[in-house]
T-cell receptor, first 109, second 115 residues
Framework: SQQGEEDPQALSIQEGENATMNCSYK?????LQWYRQNSGRGLVHLIL?????REKHSGRLRVTLDTSKKSSSLLITASRAADTASYFC?????????FGAGTRLTVKP | NAGVTQTPKFQVLKTGQSMTLQCAQD?????MSWYRQDPGMGLRLIHY???????DQGEVPNGYNVSRSTTEDFPLRLLSAAPSQTSVYFC??????????????FGPGTRLTVT
């Protein structure tokens, strides 16, 4: 079964607004990663946060991890129309990587 | 570097046929994996390999075989195609398995339809 579950399933915002997506998971993990998928394409790695880290930043991306609640969030600041895509969290335990069903983000110009 | 390549891009099979989806990477990655993605769902791990000669099952391995004779190639074989295997298949790879999987690099996908 899928490990991560994203929330919301779909999110629609205006350009310039911030977008927040959440991921919850069930078992202990080594790290958690966020990926982006443009329609019909492969996934692209965005950011990785290890289980002993609480927050990571990369450009306009901010990821938090709360292992006690088994949850993570991805914040995209000052969104652009080009950020329109599906975003997936992936939990990693040993050699096993499990993906959630994703959040579909639409950024309106 | 070409990265992760997959062939074919599209394939239509009849029920019961067999075929092999090809995956290759030129980044000298030890870890390679196969996923399937169904509409409205995330990716589900089919099989993975932590190095040449080593393979293991993922979440949904039934109906699929893999082998890893070289570091570069990781083909996925459908033994007897079924309509339930209609999906988009992604191959991915990454480096050293000791602290893994780290960030994975994905191929462009193979869209398979089984009629």
């Amino acid at each position: 079964s899928q490990q991560g579950e994203e929330d919301p399933q779909a999110l629609s915002i205006q350009e310039g607004e911030n977008a927040t997506m959440n991921c919850s998971y069930k078992t202990s993990i080594n790290n958690l990663q966020w990926y982006r998928q443009n329609s019909g394409r492969g996934l692209v790695h965005l950011i990785l946060i290890r289980s002993n880290e609480r927050e990571k930043h990369s450009g306009r991306l901010r990821v938090t991890l709360d292992t006690s609640k088994k949850s993570s969030s991805l914040l995209i600041t000052a969104s652009r129309a080009a950020d329109t895509a599906s975003y997936f969290c992936a939990t990693v335990r040993d050699y096993d990587m499990r993906f959630g069903a994703g959040t579909r983000l639409t950024v309106k110009p | 570097n070409a990265g992760v390549t997959q062939t074919p891009k599209f394939q239509v099979l009849k029920t019961g046929q067999s075929m092999t989806l090809q995956c290759a990477q030129d980044m000298n990655h030890e870890y390679m994996s196969w996923y399937r993605q169904d509409p409205g769902m995330g990716l589900r791990l089919i099989h993975y390999s932590v190095g040449a000669g080593i393979t293991d099952q993922g979440e949904v391995p039934n109906g699929y075989n893999v082998s890893r004779s070289t570091t570069e190639d990781f083909p996925l074989r459908l033994l007897s195609a079924a309509p339930s295997q209609t999906s988009v298949y992604f191959c991915a790879s990454t480096w050293n398995p000791d602290s893994y999987p780290y960030e994975q690099y994905f191929g462009p996908g193979t869209r398979l339809t089984v009629t």
